[in-house]
């Protein structure tokens, strides 16, 4: 009965310490696909209050989550997008990097009152120099609350501008 035991448990670690790198069936090495999982939707405002833009959301409320963003995905819809949410005690001029994520993204970082504070433009897959190590891009001008990245270039084919739009999401779920 102890060996059943001690088979299962040895089965479910092998299971849950899984790679984001496998073997297949001949020996090479595949990469995982992460799938986006809408969590709510966000939408972004101008200085009117009026709707620029609708996409669904991602949320990335954990240290976890916020750690893997958007790595290991090869693409993403134009409609969707990823939220960071960070607690008020982590609120900071937040670094964002790209190390194992596959798109260019446009960063945008929020304040405490949903305000855009500064966008890393189309920032890149894997982007790594003297200037940012590990893929690191730009950071916050300033203290944000909240990081919502979306696929390369759409911030400014959205009108989406520095200092005047301002983001209002919901949990769908």
Known sequence: MKKVFFAIALISLLVSCGNKETSGPTGEITSVEIEFTKNGVLEFLNADGEVLKTIDIEIADTPNKRA????????????HGMLFIFEDHEVRPHTFYMKNTRIPLDIMYFDKDSVLINIARNAQPGAESAMS?????????ADSKFVVEINGGLAESWGIEEGVTKINWNRTN
């Open 68 to 79: 893997r963003g958007l790595m290991d995905r090869s693409q993403m819809d134009e409609n």
């Open 133 to 141: 190590p590990g893929g690191t891009v730009a950071a916050a001008a």
